[in-house]
C-alpha cells in the first residue's frame, strides 16, 4: 500500500514524511482493517513529525483521525463487519483492569496505547485499528466532516467537560484552530457566549463567522471576565494570560497534548480566588460516542481543507504556519 511514513523526525519543511509502499497490514485477532477514505492533520500528528514527541519505535505512519470502511475482519471479531464505515481515532488499546480503566478513567491507562504513535496510522491507503476502539460514524456526517470530530473533536469536547462549563457561563478560547473550531460550534449550540483571542486574523474571521461573541488579538482586550476557558495553543506563556482572565471560582482547560513550559506564576495574581488548572489526558471511548452524538444532534460542520494524501509534510507545514481553513484533510487516491 502507498503511505507516508517517517523513518526519521525532523522540522517538517525538510519533508521528513516519504511516499513509500509498505506492505498491506493484515488484522490480527480481535483487529479490522480499514480501508481509509481520509484522515484529518492533527497537531499531535506535527509534534510526532517533528520530534517533540517520541513513538517508541520507528518507523512509524502517522494519522489519527481516520475515516474508512471495514474491508477485512481478523478472528474472533464480533462488533464490526465487512462493509461498515467507522472512524479510528487517538486511542487504541486500555488494558481493562487497572483502577483507571475500572473507574470510567481509560485515559488515565499506564497501559494506553495510540494510534499513528505505538501502531500505523492513517496515512496510507490501509489502517488495522482494534474493533472495541472503532467508532461507528452517524450517517449524518460524510467522511470529510467526520474525520476532524475523531481527535479535534474529541479532545475538545474533553477539554468542555475538564473546564467544568456551567449552563449560560462565558467561554474563552486561547488559540484558534482545529479542535477549537468545533468547540465553539458546540458550545454555541449549548447556548454560551464564546469569547475567542487569537493573533491570526485569517482564525479572527473563522471565528466570528461561527458565531462568536467577541475575536481579538490579545485577553487584555476581553470584554468581560470569563468562568471557564480552553487553552488550545501549545505555548505555556498563554496559561497566565489565560488565568488572569478568569473571574473568582474559574476553570482553564489545557487542551494539547504538548505545551512549552509555563512560566513561573504569582499565586495571588493567578490562582488564588480558587482559580483551577484541568489538564487533558487524551480522551476515553465514552468522550468519543458522546462527541459524535453531540456533533450529530448540533449539526456541527468542520471547516475542512483537502490535501492528496502525497502531500501531508506541505499539510503539516500548513498546520505549523496557521494558515489552514478549519482542518486539514488528506485524502487517499484523489
Known sequence: ???MLLNRQAPVERAPLEWIDVPDPVPGPLEARVKVSCCAVCRTDLHVVE??????ALPII????????????????RRLRLGMRVGVAWLRHTCGACRFCTSERENLCESSRYTGFHAHGGFAEYAVVPEDFAYELPESFDDMTAAPLLC?????????????????EPLGLFGFGSSAHVVLQLATHRGHEV???TRGRMHQDMARALGAAWCGAEASGLPRRLDAAIVFAPSGAVVPAALAALERGGRVALAGIHMTPIPQLDYDAYLYGERDVHPVTANTRADGRAL???????AVR???TVYPLRDANRALADVKAGTVDGTAVLVVNS
Open 51 to 56: 520530534g517533540d514527541l517520541h513513538p517508541p
Open 1 to 3: 500500500m502507498k503511505s
Open 302 to 304: 468542520p471547516r475542512t
Open 152 to 168: 479535534a473533536g474529541i479532545i475538545g469536547y474533553r477539554a468542555l467537560l475538564r473546564c467544568n462549563l456551567r449552563r449560560n
Open 195 to 197: 469569547y475567542v483571542v
Open 62 to 77: 502517522p494519522g489519527h483521525q481516520i475515516v474508512g470502511v471495514v474491508d477485512a475482519l481478523g478472528p474472533n471479531c
Open 292 to 298: 459524535l452524538a453531540e456533533a450529530a444532534e448540533a
